[in-house]
């Protein structure tokens, strides 16, 4: 999810905060095409495409807006999904979820087993940093550099602007896509409670933690922030306190970092 963001915050320069209703989209579609009884592939790429297409339908209308507005737009979507999500009770659960997903068979392995997993996740991951690598040294990427830079002179270049933005959001949903389908199968259980803004805002964090437009800082935010609760679990602290005592220390790492170092850890400076 870190690395989709990045496309979006990080590449192409526009800030959303609705990352996480998309990963949604993406593990309720994988959990239904997957409880249906549909090979794993099969629900992979229909969890993918699904989010391609959405993030690309929604993000068209908001692209023709000035930055600030996509912020309040990205809002919008946020809260639609999670609307959706709640009350769509044929389809996602509604409050209760969907549970018993199905992980993957292959080759006579189960990957609900967490060392199989593992080595789907891993698998999953390097495939994906290989493809952000190769897209970004990609005479496509250094002009995805330019319209962030300057649009004006990316238009001025003979370079479709609009579509550049419009084909970064389909890469960006197809990684929230898989990120999703991942999630469905580790989980084996989803709810909306796992997809609502505060989410989102989490994985912006792990984003401006780790360093936008790099692959390296969207490992590292993750890495960092998700450790972060495992060491506070080793402290004394009493259970009621441990969510608030967690969000404080997110929140004075973002104020840490955007005063002091807002590139992030492994970021370029902007």
């Known amino acids: 999810m870190a690395l989709s963001t990045n496309f979006l915050v990080g590449i192409i320069?526009?800030?959303?905060?609705?990352?996480?209703?998309?990963?949604?989209?993406?593990?309720?579609?994988?959990?239904?095409?997957?409880?249906?009884?549909?090979?794993?592939?099969v629900a992979l790429l229909a969890a993918v495409t699904l989010c391609?297409?959405?993030?690309?339908?929604?993000?068209?209308?908001?692209?023709?807006?000035?930055?600030?507005?996509?912020?309040?737009?990205?809002?919008g979507l946020q809260f639609i999904a999670t609307a959706v999500f709640v009350n769509w009770v044929q389809v996602t659960g509604g409050s209760t979820g969907i549970a018993a997903i199905p992980a993957p068979r292959m080759l006579g392995i189960s990957f609900e087993e967490p060392q199989y997993f593992v080595i789907l996740s891993?698998?999953?991951?390097?495939?994906?940093?290989?493809?952000?690598?190769?897209?970004?040294r990609s005479s496509y990427g250094r002009v995805l550099h330019a319209v962030r830079l300057n649009e004006l002179a990316a238009g001025a270049a003979g370079r479709n602007v609009l579509k550049m933005k419009l084909g970064v959001s389909a890469v960006s949903g197809i990684y929230a896509g898989l990120a999703g389908a991942l999630y469905a199968i580790f989980m084996s259980y989803i709810d909306p409670s796992s997809f609502e803004i505060q989410q989102s805002i989490v994985i912006l964090t792990m984003l401006v933690i780790g360093g936008a437009r790099t692959l390296a800082g969207s490992l590292i935010g993750p890495l960092l922030l998700l450790a972060i609760p495992q060491v506070l679990s080793l402290v004394h602290i009493a259970p009621e306190l441990l969510g608030p005592t967690r969000a404080l220390v997110f929140g004075a790492l973002l104020v840490v970092f955007m005063l002091w170092r807002p590139q992030g850890i492994a970021g370029r400076k902007i």
């Open 13 to 41: 320069g526009i800030f959303s905060v609705s990352q996480a209703a998309l990963m949604g989209v993406g593990a309720y579609a994988y959990a239904g095409v997957a409880m249906a009884g549909m090979p794993f592939p």
């Open 122 to 136: 891993s698998l999953a991951l390097a495939l994906a940093s290989l493809a952000y690598t190769l897209l970004m």
């Open 52 to 75: 391609a297409l959405l993030n690309t339908v929604t993000s068209l209308p908001a692209l023709r807006l000035a930055g600030d507005y996509f912020v309040i737009t990205s809002f």
